[in-house]
């Protein structure tokens, strides 16, 4: 006997995404899912972004996506800020944060005092893409050491981003490496993004990555 | 490793869809399509649905999988593509102003039921 059905395998997931959105919604937070490789670079970004966004009186968070170690939390916690580490192990190890995981961390944050929630997935442009967590935004960060042919070869995580943030421009002078080949290829998976090179280090493009922020939140 | 959280939302979404009085136990096959944009590597999937199955309470059930190509019409001339390469730009007028058509999600698609032979059931319809 054949049993036609037509169901989305990920409803369960999309539905603890929708209740994740409605507590944002109820508390005005503006939630950003951060996506990269493993070492692009995203938790010094982060770490260099909050004391910008708290300059301009914007209260933040951040939930730490990590598959087991604490280590990109620690590095968080001179910020001051509450940082809820988000392990996967529990949950089987899974490369990616998953919406059930947000909510988890949600019980350990007080959303009325907050404006900003940063979610740092697990360092993987494969499956972080696949998933909605209930976040107003998605960004991946891609840094000037991964080559150019990264956006072709991972298409669907540069589709669901807003913005691009090539990361450790501070390196890209020293590396064989054409910039203007990797925007033109983040610009051939989705037109219009927006794409912001960044620094660390230097401090480039910080400002233009926090005023995105700001407008939107 | 997303195959692994996708074969089980695959178990459930099966468990979910059987009919009240159809076991699971029963379940030979279990068809899903999945969107080439979501990299779902079909012989991991399979690997891994295999894998987990044995522990469930569907052991017989067989996975097949079918990938969608990736297909946009451009909001600029209106043509519609499919993609060979993941370029997201009409073809026509060089427009990156597309819309995705089909090739993104993953969906259970039909589940087939072994009919035990009932020998309290077996006379109905035959002379
Ligand atoms: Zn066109």
Same mark, same amino acid.
């Given at each position: 006997?054949?049993?036609?059905?037509?169901?989305?395998?990920?409803?369960?997931?999309?539905?603890?995404?929708?209740?994740?959105?409605?507590?944002?919604?109820?508390?005005? %937070?503006?939630?950003?899912?951060?996506?990269?490789?493993?070492?692009?670079?995203?938790?010094?970004?982060?770490?260099?972004?909050?004391?910008?966004?708290?300059?301009?009186?914007?209260?933040?968070? !951040?939930?730490?996506?990590?598959?087991?170690?604490?280590?990109?939390?620690?590095?968080?916690?001179?910020?001051?800020?509450? !940082? !809820?580490?988000?392990?996967?192990?529990?949950?089987?190890?899974?490369?990616?944060?998953?919406?059930?995981?947000?909510?988890?961390?949600?019980?350990?944050?007080?959303?009325?005092?907050?404006?900003?929630?940063?979610?740092?997935?697990?360092?993987? %442009?494969?499956?972080?893409?696949?998933?909605?967590?209930?976040?107003?935004?998605?960004?991946?960060?891609?840094?000037?050491?991964?080559?150019?042919?990264?956006?072709?070869?991972?298409?669907?995580?540069?589709?669901?981003?807003?913005?691009?943030?090539?990361?450790?421009?501070?390196?890209?002078?020293?590396?064989?490496?054409?910039?203007?080949?990797?925007?033109?290829?983040?610009?051939?998976?989705?037109?219009?993004?927006?794409?912001?090179?960044?620094?660390?280090?230097?401090?480039?493009?910080?400002?233009?990555?926090?005023?995105?922020? !700001?407008?939107?939140? | 490793?997303?195959?692994?959280?996708?074969?089980?939302?695959?178990?459930?979404?099966?468990?979910?869809?059987?009919?009240?009085?159809?076991?699971?136990?029963?379940?030979?096959?279990?068809?899903?399509?999945?969107?080439?944009?979501?990299?779902?590597?079909?012989?991991?999937?399979?690997?891994?649905?295999?894998?987990?199955?044995?522990?469930?309470?569907?052991?017989?059930?067989?996975?097949?999988?079918?990938?969608?190509?990736?297909? $946009?019409? $451009?909001?600029? $001339?209106?043509?519609?593509?499919?993609?060979?390469?993941?370029?997201?730009?009409?073809?026509?007028?060089?427009?990156?102003?597309?819309?995705?058509?089909?090739?993104?999600?993953?969906?259970?698609?039909?589940?087939?039921?072994?009919?035990?032979?009932?020998?309290?059931?077996?006379?109905?319809?035959?002379?």
């Amino acid at each position: 006997m054949d049993i036609p059905v037509i169901r989305d395998v990920l409803e369960e997931s999309n539905a603890l995404a929708k209740e994740n959105r409605a507590r944002f919604d109820e508390h005005k %937070l503006y939630v950003v899912n951060i996506m990269s490789s493993p070492g692009s670079g995203k938790t010094t970004l982060l770490s260099k972004t909050i004391p910008l966004l708290q300059q301009r009186g914007l209260r933040c968070a !951040v939930i730490e996506g990590d598959i087991t170690s604490t280590i990109d939390s620690e590095r968080l916690q001179p910020l001051g800020i509450p !940082v !809820v580490q988000a392990n996967t192990e529990p949950f089987g190890g899974d490369c990616h944060v998953g919406a059930h995981l947000v909510q988890a961390a949600l019980k350990y944050l007080d959303l009325s005092a907050l404006d900003i929630l940063f979610i740092e997935n697990i360092g993987n %442009l494969v499956c972080p893409a696949e998933f909605y967590l209930g976040e107003n935004r998605k960004v991946v960060v891609l840094s000037t050491t991964e080559g150019e042919d990264k956006p072709l070869k991972y298409p669907l995580m540069f589709r669901e981003c807003s913005v691009c943030l090539i990361s450790k421009m501070d390196l890209a002078p020293h590396l064989d490496i054409d910039v203007a080949q990797i925007t033109s290829n983040i610009r051939k998976t989705n037109a219009q993004i927006t794409v912001l090179p960044v620094s660390s280090k230097t401090g480039e493009g910080l400002d233009a990555w926090v005023e995105w922020l !700001v407008k939107k939140s | 490793m997303h195959e692994l959280y996708i074969a089980q939302s695959i178990l459930k979404s099966v468990q979910k869809s059987l009919p009240e009085d159809v076991r699971a136990e029963d379940v030979t096959q279990v068809r899903v399509e999945c969107g080439q944009l979501d990299a779902v590597v079909p012989d991991s999937l399979i690997f891994l649905f295999d894998a987990i199955k044995a522990e469930s309470n569907m052991p017989q059930a067989e996975l097949l999988v079918e990938q969608i190509a990736v297909a $946009c019409v $451009c909001k600029d $001339c209106s043509r519609e593509f499919e993609m060979e390469l993941p370029v997201f730009i009409c073809p026509d007028c060089q427009s990156g102003n597309v819309e995705l058509l089909r090739g993104r999600g993953i969906r259970l698609t039909g589940i087939t039921v072994n009919e035990p032979e009932d020998e309290n059931h077996g006379h109905t319809g035959h002379p």
